[in-house]
């Protein structure tokens, strides 16, 4: 999935993508692995970074509106409250949403 996430952004940059990962997610051995994935794929123009996201702003609104498309794709109460939050940020095209298909996941 992250393979097929940071690949569809590669050739919007012109090969050189700077990815910020959030540091307080996972523990440090996981967060290790996603980073050194991360640089391979964007090497050898782009940075793969670690950033604690309630320390800089625009990683934080990332992790918002990652977690409310998570909590959106979930069947249950919280859904149309998500999708309506969402919906007009769809609408402008100010985020996109992509459907990964069965091989990225």
């Known amino acids: 999935m992250l393979s097929d996430v940071i690949g569809a952004l590669i050739p919007e940059s012109g090969g050189c993508l700077g990815v910020v990962i959030d540091d307080g997610r996972y523990d440090a051995n996981t967060l290790a692995v996603i980073n050194d994935d991360i640089s391979r794929l964007v090497s050898p123009l782009g940075l793969a970074s670690l950033e604690l996201s309630h320390v800089l702003p625009g990683l934080q609104i990332a992790d918002v509106v990652a977690n409310t498309f998570f909590n959106r794709a979930l ?10 939050i969402v919906a007009p940020l769809l609408k402008n095209r100010k985020i996109r949403l992509r459907i990964l298909d069965r091989t990225a996941v």
Do not use: F, K, L
């Open 75 to 84: 069947v249950g109460e919280r859904q149309s409250r998500m999708a309506a």
